[in-house]
T-cell receptor, first 112, second 113 residues
Framework: NAGVTQTPKFQVLKTGQSMTLQCAQD?????MSWYRQDPGMGLRLIHY???????DQGEVPNGYNVSRSTTEDFPLRLLSAAPSQTSVYFC???????????FGPGTRLTVL | AQSVTQPDIHITVSEGASLELRCNYSYGATPYLFWYVQSPGQGLQLLLK??????LVQGIKGFEAEFKRSQSSFNLRKPSVHWSDAAEYFCAVGRSGYSTLTFGKGTMLLVSP
């Protein structure tokens, strides 16, 4: 199993550009989440999904969209990037009835 | 809503000395508790977790943590720190049937020679 994979590892955007951060897992996990990590702030939840076709907002959802068309994939879309979205983004997944979350390696995003 | 407090932003420990990282949580029922470690530029690795049962849990790399319900705490300990333990440590809380975790802001561990 590859576990949770994220692409790209690094990305630089200009203000106003859009892009999609990819997240995939091959463990057949129902639950998937996106977090952002900023210095001194820990990890904050952006969006999450409890299964294909079901998503919900987390603590800091503004400026981000998600969809979950398959169990394996959970992309995060930035519609119009802003410097405040400069961060490290982590995707995570877990089984419904098992509480350990598995994290991807992260995507470091810089918005100029 | 649940919350997690890690009171120490930075801690410096001499190599070979003991370590205790503090974590306090706020949640009405019995929480699910986790400690993760993050080395620079890396993702998060699970050190240990508490769901129920024995309140002293053992994890990887020689770490352990004790759940104290009366103090709403889940402190992480290691008897003898190694230079390779230098990293950032995150405490997290979830609940039964939870969808996501709530994380503390992290404690950066520095190990001096």
């Amino acid at each position: 199993n590859a576990g949770v994979t994220q692409t790209p590892k690094f990305q630089v955007l200009k203000t106003g550009q859009s892009m999609t951060l990819q997240c995939a897992q091959d463990m057949n996990h129902e639950y998937m989440s996106w977090y952002r990590q900023d210095p001194g702030m820990g990890l904050r939840l952006i969006h999450y999904s409890v299964g294909a076709g079901i998503t919900d907002q987390g603590e800091v959802p503004n400026g981000y969209n998600v969809s979950r068309s398959t169990t394996e994939d959970f992309p995060l879309r930035l519609l119009s990037a802003a410097p405040s979205q400069t961060s490290v983004y982590f995707c995570a997944s877990r089984l419904q009835n098992y509480n350990e979350q598995f994290f991807g390696p992260g995507t470091r995003l810089t918005v100029l | 809503a649940q919350s997690v407090t890690q009171p120490d932003i930075h801690i410096t420990v001499s190599e070979g000395a003991s370590l205790e990282l503090r974590c306090n949580y706020s949640y009405g029922a019995t929480p699910y508790l986790f400690w993760y470690v993050q080395s620079p530029g890396q993702g998060l690795q699970l050190l240990l977790k508490y769901f129920s049962g024995d309140t002293l849990v053992q994890g990887i790399k020689g770490f352990e943590a004790e759940f104290k319900r009366s103090q709403s705490s889940f402190n992480l300990r290691k008897p003898s720190v190694h230079w390779s333990d230098a990293a950032e440590y995150f405490c997290a809380v979830g609940r039964s049937g939870y969808s996501t975790l709530t994380f503390g802001k992290g404690t950066m561990l520095l190990v001096s020679p």
